[in-house]
């Protein structure tokens, strides 16, 4: 197998006439130095043999490394060249020593470049090349040195020069394997910016494409990168920067009619540190208003170190709309129910329930209509927010057997067992016909989820300054993502619309209205399989009553 050079590296042709121009040359320039001082000063000397046969070899030399075509031989044949002009500084030295010493010097250019451009074996022809030299007129003559200063004289020299090689080999080993980790350093750099370069493109492709209008904004405040779908808000809003996060004067709040403060935009409360997340916004002029549902983040490094601040805005105007069009409709199916239901209540008044001997009959529907007109009222109000209660002093206890009375027939039908504990003396500040639809319906579902024989507990309790309700099933319980969204409303769990379990999905999210207006909580905890758990807490006193905004359900039903 051919030997490959370690320096410089072939490969074309001209590189290795390169080479043998920058390293061969200086010799043959030195040379024409000292024929020119022979002739001028001693041209006696250039008659000499040794001194004829080394003008030879360098023209020899210089003919072969210039048109030899080494790359038909390999390049580890180009080693000859260095070594002809060893023999030619041995040549030299016996020709013109005596009268120029200093041509022993000659021999340092081509031993460094035996020594730099060629692999580990070359070295030792160097090695073995300055020992030559030395020892050439020694072996001319045939007579050998007989004391140090003899030795000396003949090999001093040549050692210095062996030194000086084996010093450059070393050097030029370290300068090759700092070249080799450059290569492997471009090489890495060339990948990672290519990889950045790809992302980059990526990342410009997912931000034009994606339909939310995303500005990052610098440290200081500028926007330093923006998508298509934020530069269309920044023209909708009117922005003085073209920025729709900041300096937007068409920017809205959510009554679409009241102008966001300039330092109050989101873009500009971010820049404070004041992070929105999922704020409602209006844009755009009187005629052609959209809603954006905006949210802000801060992009850090791993070290903490803030990069700027991200601000990104989505179209919600399709679903702003849809959840309007459904408010208008729950408002109005809930006002057409409430007139005939008011009637049925006022002429169950006029029936003598005592004397045909139905009297808790009547009594149920009585309860059942007014709690159905209470609901009623109480969806007309929730589309408009919090829906209105009416505190009185109430015994939960009661309110839990009423409740329990009322629930009772459907659990027979399902055959579910209703265990309540209900003794324990428990008063507080409530709306008694609220509570009463908020147990009823954790009732009503617990009793849908119960398994066939299953078992439903209810109980209320006093902890610390809060009434406690707790309402508990062994049914089919709940998944993890089915408990974080089953008060929304018209939420259904996916195992509810699997067993094809009637409702609408209102239930659950009335009781958490109902028990958020008595500044309370509801949570719930359940186990897929296993069953389920709703914790009611409200407070035994109000924290400041909240206003009623309707008359209480008894005046409803009194109306005519």
């Known amino acids: 197998m051919t030997q490959q050079p370690e320096w410089p590296v072939p490969g074309v042709v001209e590189s290795r006439q390169r080479e043998v121009i920058v390293l061969h040359v200086p010799f043959l320039a030195a040379v024409l130095v000292l024929l020119g001082f022979v002739l001028a000063g001693a041209p006696a000397t250039f008659f000499e043999v040794g001194f004829q046969v080394g003008l030879g070899l360098t023209v020899l030399a210089t003919l072969m490394g210039l048109f030899v075509p080494w790359e038909r031989h390999g390049y580890a044949w180009l080693v000859i060249v260095p070594l002809i002009d060893v023999i030619v500084v041995a040549f030299f030295r016996d020709g013109v020593r005596d009268v120029f010493p200093a041509v022993s010097l000659l021999l340092v250019l081509p031993v460094l470049w035996l020594a730099y451009g060629f692999a580990w074996w070359a070295l030792g022809l160097a090695m073995v090349g300055a020992i030559f030299v030395g020892a050439f007129p020694l072996i001319q003559t045939g007579t050998w040195p007989t004391d140090a200063v003899g030795w000396g004289s003949a090999l001093l020299t040549p050692i210095i020069i062996t030194v000086i090689a084996i010093t450059t080999r070393i050097a030029a080993n370290s300068l090759r394997a700092q070249q080799r980790r450059l290569v492997v350093v471009s090489a890495e750099l060339r990948a990672a910016l290519l990889e950045t370069t790809d992302r980059q493109a990526l990342f410009e ?33 009117d922005s003085a920067t073209g920025a729709y996060g900041r300096d937007a004067s068409l920017v809205f709040d959510v009554d679409r009619t009241t102008l966001v403060a300039l330092d ?85 008044g006029l029936i003598d329930a005592e004397a045909l001997g139905i009297t808790m ?42 409740c329990l009375d009322t629930a009772m027939p459907r659990a027979q039908t399902a055959g579910v067992t209703i265990s309540a504990r209900d003794d324990a003396l428990v008063r507080a500040e409530v709306d008694p016909v609220a509570i009463e639809q908020v147990i009823d319906n954790l009732l009503t579902n617990a009793i849908k989820f119960a398994r066939e024989h299953g078992t439903v507990t209810l109980s209320v309790d006093q902890e610390g300054e809060d009434a406690v309700l707790r309402v508990t099933d062994d049914g089919i319980g709940l998944s993890l993502e089915d408990q974080r969204q089953v008060f929304d409303r018209f939420f259904r769990a996916r195992n509810s619309t699997e067993l094809a379990i009637p409702g609408m999905g209102l239930g659950l999210a009335i009781v958490r ?23 009611v807490r409200l407070p035994l006193r109000a924290a400041g009553a909240v206003p009623a905004a309707e008359p209480p359900v008894s005046e409803l039903v009194a109306a005519p």
């Not at 034009?208 to 809003?237: C, F, H, K, M, W």
């Not at 529907?365 to 209470?374: D, G, K, V, W």
């Open 264 to 348: 109050d935009q989101i873009a500009a409360r971010a820049l404070r540190g004041d992070l929105v997340a999922s704020r409602i916004y209006w844009v755009g002029g009187d005629d052609d208003q959209s809603a954006i549902m905006a949210s802000a983040g801060v992009v850090e490094r791993e070290s903490g170190y803030p990069l700027g601040t991200v601000v990104v805005a989505t179209d919600v105007t399709p679903l702003v709309e849809a959840i309007a069009v459904r408010d208008d409709f729950l408002a109005t199916v809930s006002h057409e129910l409430r007139t005939p239901l008011t009637s049925i209540i006022g002429y169950l």
């Open 205 to 237: 492709a997912v931000m034009e494409t994606v339909d939310a209008g995303i500005e990052l904004y610098s440290p200081q405040g500028e926007v330093v990168l923006s998508n298509a779908a934020a530069r269309a808000l920044a023209l909708r809003t």
């Open 361 to 402: 009959e009547v009594a149920v529907i009585e309860r059942n209509a007014e709690r159905l007109l209470s609901v009623i009222a109480h969806l007309l109000s929730a589309t408009d927010g919090q829906p209105p209660i009416h505190r009185v002093d109430a015994d939960l206890g009661q309110i839990l057997r009423s």
């Open 513 to 535: 209205a109902f028990v958020k207006a008595h500044q309370g909580t509801v949570e719930v905890n359940s186990v897929l399989g296993e069953g389920t758990t709703f914790t």
